[in-house]
């Protein structure tokens, strides 16, 4: 009888099975379609492709698309099939380097003549790969075997030259009998897997990313187990184009960038309105859960970061610059300053908690390269606040915010989101047992709260753990806004003390926190998830008044000056243009309500209003359109 | 007969005398009070003693005590009576130099044991000078001469060294037959004219400034010619170092200051409340006034530096640090990034004019020691904005910004104000022409407001002349805090355009402008000016409901939260303590209204309102309390 062996499934289930299953086997054995999806196994915690025969007992995963891993092999496995089609084309092209990335994949090719105008050819090329469902299989070669086989591809030769340093072989997978490729793997079984793919676009490259090196072609594409993704997939794509902050900011005069000050966004007059609609409402909610806010110096001493541990762990984001010989930054944190504050005055326990928030502008100097429209700034506000309470009022301060988050998110924005708790990273400050003590305090408040949430391992502040809230967008896409971090480090670190119920001097224990977080990031992610199309408590142009003609001019005018009165932002269209052609403009500019005004409407005192959203229209009077509009922007529709 | 002159005075008026006359003479030819009055004369504008002889025609003025060369002259004969006085008491004593400076004059002396326990003596020593009515005289000295007389003084033998070095004589100012300093002069005739002087502080100053030189005992004084003037001042002096910003800041919590951010100031939670009510009333009115606001950034290039001329012109108080391996400096005015919005889109005469509002935070780099709370910052925001327009535009948008002005401080804060137009200084750009148009433009525009204006020469901006706003607060003391600046320099040297009616570009003209001024400097003013009790829409704390008992507390209670939510900001007294010292207390926090709870007011749902500024006492509902407050927010009173 063969050898058997017992493997356990993630759900703690075993099955046995003959030695030499490979992982395909296996997800046949529990059923077709999940052979169908299997993409590569993990045994024991490590990938491994899923037509390698399996000789031990051990926990087995099958991996599936679903997961990260899944989606890199198989767009790894693609951007081989789509070399294979290359070599078939273009023999005379030399592959080098082919990952997956966050958007796909891409590879890059020495003389390569292509452009997107051969991409249909060479998907054509990759579909009948695909469709002759090759069989990948994976060797081991020697360097000599490699510098035969690839002797007209100098790049693979220096690759596997690096891989073999101490004589080991390299790995390559081969597909079919005609292609082979250095490679650490691991790959799909099956070319039929990859059933839908398209390549994007054509860039620049050069090997090894040097400029002194040769310029290569890179080839960029994305795949999908189902036509129906891609489908989705591209279209998704198209719409966050169409939504992408940096375009629709410009187009609705937003916000500016100048390349002389990189990084840091001008808000024109209708960003800044949003902007300081933004900073309303949160002070509005400030006032209703206790925070008192204060504006801070820019400018600091080093002798501030060094008390705080910024110069030491933070000091390469930090804008340095010599003042009265000494060496000053620009604040990239408010957290210091607001222990200052704290200091400024005794306190006692019947202080606590404090919570002292803060608008002041934040600079960090992010590399140039990754800087990014108002999502990746180097000046940036935020809606910034520090507690500081005892450790007994850590849990209930915990609640409160967490119920402050639900309130904006889900009330007010009606977002979804997620939670993740990130815990002590390389480089942090302070002792173990506190490090411990702050992450179980959020990982209770969490579990207390009903919260669901990941762990993120390593991810912390350096001062502190944090839980991240994840906030899905109108497309799905999901972005990081509101933290709340424990820290028990600086409060001790700067000397802050409360004189406790006993009469001695306690650390109080400091939450950082934010929940719009940057308010120039914030404001990128809302203009992309309205498409520009903000709600009317945080449109720059809630209405239009729009005339007919010269004779509707005098009501008109009148309108929109009681419109204003009345606290609504609205503006006058009384160019000698056709009434279409200013409906158009108006709705191109995503004004909320366009009021038309002609005889009838002028002799009425009337509008007839059309909605941005319903696209109804409807003859009201002032008084019920101004009505209609305040009761709509106070419950933040 | 004897020859006679004929001498011109200010109103044009001429008067015959005799060759020899002096100042004094002249003055008691016109009368006895202006001869009592008289300090020194002018003659042919130049200052000199009025008991000198006159040998020739000439335009004469009599300076008197209202002149600020009078009380210059005044203070430092102040100082020689003061110097004659030690050298009676302390005859080792050797006075070195005492000038006349703003706050009165001093005298320094080498070997001097004086303390403030002294100055009683001392004083009483200089009313006998005084009552003695000593004459002064001017003679002339060789060096020669100083040396013997002032044998002991290797001061005063140091100056008399170094003011003749051509071989000239110098100068001496005697008084009656015993001191003898050397001096410039002028001085007053005689010593009976110092009617009233009063020691102030003793302090200590190096010789010559230099800290290597030995410490010498500095003494400060004030003097004036009647008792009654002096009193008044003393009077001033106390309440203004009652009322000085920062003590109140500190005793109100309002603002702090720390080492690590010098010149930067903290709004404490109670001073963020008022600048935040300023940014709202200021914005109101820019909402009335159809200005912009924009949020700029902070850092910039050097290159936008050096196109709007402030790399040439104003460097040296700029923040200066290294970005990318580039030059970059902190902004210290935002002129240059309006001019970026502006050309950031195409604009059209029809566009103009176009008012850009900014509250961004600035940084200029002035000199460790002449900060001074919130009056001189290093960091600070203003209430700015520049308006873009034609040059037919200029005559209105002034009009319109000296409206505004006036609405802001007469009819909201009920000053009075003063308007200065200063003039091209040395250190300008741009041509002559331009200049003189541009100077012309504003003194135009004040004339045809009927709003009288005095000079200044040379203390323009360097890009263009402007109007400085002086306003006068409870002490009668002054406050440059607005100002309208005309520029038509920058638009042009950052070639902003926009295409007039002929089809053709133009260059804008620029107004900068702002009426606060600086936010932090006007909050020093306020709090000087109000010493601490704020008018209740910029008060930080506008009512305390106080409990008499805890029997009182369940309506106290209710009633604080019902007034937060009727946007009043209450606060609530109910400690364990007699309402006699709840009170005292809520009195020295400067709280507008103390609302009283007992049993009966508890019972009825009432307060005993009473308010801090006419002390009044009555018994309210809640809604009618709501509703004075509210109205008198309103009306700003």
Redesign the interface.
């Known amino acids: 009888m063969a050898k058997r062996i017992t493997l356990t499934f993630p759900d703690g289930s075993k099955r046995e099975y003959d030695a030499g299953v490979n992982g395909l086997d296996v997800a046949k054995s529990i059923g077709a379609r999940l052979a169908q999806a299997c993409l590569a196994i993990k045994l024991n915690g490590n990938l491994m492709d899923a037509f390698l025969p399996l000789d031990s007992d051990g926990t087995i995963q099958i991996i599936t698309f679903d997961t990260p891993e899944g989606k890199e092999i198989f767009r790894h496995s693609t951007a081989h099939v789509f070399a294979y089609a290359i070599q078939e084309l273009y023999p005379d092209a030399k592959n080098t380097i082919g990952p997956a990335v966050e958007e796909g994949f891409y590879y890059d090719f020495d003389d390569l003549p292509a452009t997107p105008e051969d991409f249909e050819k060479i998907e054509a090329k990759m579909r009948e790969i695909v469709k002759r469902n090759e069989s990948v299989t994976r060797i081991e070669m020697t360097l000599a075997e490699v510098k035969k086989t690839f002797a007209k591809n100098k790049y693979k030769i220096e690759m596997a030259d690096e891989f073999s340093t101490k004589g080991e072989k390299v790995t390559a997978y081969k597909i079919g009998d005609n292609f082979i490729d250095v490679c650490r793997g691991p790959h799909v079984p099956m070319t039929g897997q990859i059933k839908a793919f398209k390549l994007t676009k054509v860039a620049g490259a050069y090997w090894r990313g040097d400029a002194k090196n040769k310029q290569l072609t890179r080839i960029y594409g994305i795949s999908f187990p189902e036509e129906k993704q891609l489908k989705q997939h591209l279209a998704l794509l198209e719409e966050a184009s169409k939504r992408d902050h940096r375009k629709l900011g410009k187009e609705l005069?937003l916000f500016?960038f100048?390349?002389?000050?990189?990084g840091?966004?001008?808000?024109?007059?209708k960003?800044?309105?949003i902007?300081?609609e933004l900073l309303s409402f949160i002070r509005a909610e400030y006032?209703k859960n206790g925070y008192?806010?204060?504006?801070?110096?820019?400018?600091?001493?080093k002798?501030?970061w060094e008390a705080s541990g910024h110069w030491q762990h933070y000091k390469e984001n930090m804008?340095?610059?010599?003042?009265?010989g000494e060496e000053f930054s620009?604040k990239p944190m408010n957290c210091p300053?607001h222990v200052?504050?704290f200091k400024?005055?005794t306190k006692s326990y019947r202080d606590l908690p404090l919570r002292?928030a803060d608008f002041c502008?934040l600079?960090r100097?992010e590399l140039?390269g990754v800087l990014g429209g108002m999502t990746r700034c180097?000046?940036f506000s935020q809606d910034d606040a520090h507690i500081f309470c005892t450790p007994e009022q850590i849990a209930m301060e915990i609640q409160r915010l967490l119920d402050f988050i639900k309130h904006v998110y889900v009330d007010v924005f009606k977002f979804e989101y997620e939670a993740k708790l990130s815990t002590k990273p390389a480089k942090a400050m302070g002792a173990d047992d506190l490090w411990q003590k702050a992450e179980k305090g959020l990982a209770d408040a969490l579990d207390k709260a009903g919260m669901k949430y990941v762990v993120k391992p390593g991810e912390g502040a350096f001062y502190g753990p944090k839980i991240d809230f994840d906030v899905k967008d109108a497309l799905g896409r999901m972005w990081q806004l509101a933290t709340i971090q424990l820290d028990f480090q600086m409060p001790l670190r700067m000397e802050a003390t409360y004189e406790g119920p006993d009469g001695t001097k306690h650390n109080p224990v400091m939450i950082h926190r934010a929940i719009l977080g940057s308010l120039e990031r914030f404001m990128g992610v809302m203009v992309e998830h309205y498409a520009g199309k903000f709600p009317l408590w945080l449109s720059p142009e809630q209405a239009k008044v729009v005339t007919i003609s010269e004779k509707s001019e005098e009501w008109a005018k009148e309108a929109v000056e009681l419109l204003?009165e009345a606290g609504i932002r609205a503006k006058l269209d009384n160019r000698n243009e056709t009434l279409n052609k200013k409906i158009r403009e108006a709705e191109l500019e995503k004004v909320n309500y366009i009021c038309v005004i002609g005889e009838k409407e002028s002799a009425d005192r009337t509008f007839n209003v059309r909605s941005r959203d319903d696209k109804s229209q409807k003859t009201m009077s002032l008084a019920d359109f101004v009505n209609k509009c305040k009761e709509e922007i106070r419950k933040k529709q």
């Open positions: 005069d500016m100048h390349d002389w000050s990189p840091s966004p001008f808000m024109l007059p960003g800044t309105i902007y300081n006032k008192d806010e204060v504006v801070t110096p820019q400018l600091f001493n002798a501030l804008f340095l610059m010599n003042v009265d620009l300053s200052l504050i400024n005055s002292i502008m600079h100097n140039r180097r000046k204003k």
